[in-house]
Structures are given as C-alpha cells and as structure tokens.
C-alpha cells in the first residue's frame, strides 16, 4: 500500500474508534483518538496497564496546543521550537481529551510530532494521537517493527504498512514536565 492510502485509510479506522500500530518518530507505537474514550480503554486492555499510567498524545502543529491546554505556558514554544531530538511535554490543565487519559493530576503529556507519516494522519484526523509504546506492561519497549511481539501485533485493528523495514534505532522521546509556574523538570532523557 502506499504511502498517501494508509495515512487515508488510518484516519478512517482512527475515527471508527480502532486502534493501529504505526511507526511514530521515535519507535513504533499504538495509536488511537485521544477523544475517544473506548478506543483508549482497548489500548490499557490490550497492553495490561495500569490507567493510571499516563500515555503520550501526538499534534501535528504547537498552534493546536491551546485546543487541548487550558493555559499553555509560554516557555513551551521556546522548548518545542529549540529542541533537537522527540521532546514530549506534560502540561497542567488538559482539557478536550478524554478523561482516560488525562492524569489524575489533570496533566496530559504532548508530542509535537515530527515523523512525516504521523503528521499526515494527525492533520487529516484534525484530533491528537494516542501514541504509547509497542508493546506489553512491564516488556522491554520495542524499538524496531520485527521486536514488536505478535500478540500486540494482532491485538491491534490495524497494523501500519509502511516503514516496516526501516531500521530505527530510536530512543523514545525526551520528557519535560511544565509546572503552574512555568518552571519545568526533566523526567527522561
């Protein structure tokens, strides 16, 4: 399949609820709308975490931060902007997301992301990603698409053509947690 069908026909499965297993830009992960409250209750189900687990959702653009963000503070564009590698945020106040996935802090963590195929399916979606790992709780985080174990494989609607022989030696992405006052902590490297 090529490259522009399986952006369209991953939108499409996406805003029928389904889950998908897609090369991210930093390792292959399982996706659904973060909107969607039953899509993501499959995706705990499926892997066997904890919801209190927090998962990471993908924009396509920083502009939609504030759809999702009561009060996006202005060091994030400055952090976002200058960074050089995957940089995951954790931002106070998420709002338009399903409650599922929003901390019991009421914090959400964001990627903007920059892999070509995850920003198509983003900005045709018009909705943010579930993007977590591929991969069971407590298993080592795959990082190329052969690790990824079969049953995740097969535990997902939709499993992502393209990509799949691309060796990635990816390390998930970095992760800064913004606070009220706009200070932040490093909680990954």
Known sequence: MNFDDEVKISVQLLNQ????????????????????????????????????KGMIVLLDSATKLKDYIKKVPPIAYDLIEN?????????PGAKNL???????????????VKGEFCSEVVKLLNKPLVSTSANFSSQPTATTFDQI?????????????VNRDKVKSVKSSRIIKINDDGSFTVLRK
């Open 149 to 161: 174990d079969e049953g995740i494989k097969n535990g997902v609607d939709h499993v992502v053509s």
């Open 83 to 91: 960074s050089k590698s995957p940089l995951t945020i954790v931002y």
């Open 17 to 52: 609820g389904k889950l998908l297993l897609y090369p991210t830009d930093t390792i292959w992960g399982i996706g659904c709308d973060a909107t969607n409250s039953k899509s993501i209750q499959k995706i705990y189900k499926l892997k066997g975490r904890s919801e209190s």
């Open 98 to 112: 399903s409650k599922n996935i929003i901390a019991d802090d009421g914090s959400i963590a964001i990627r903007i």
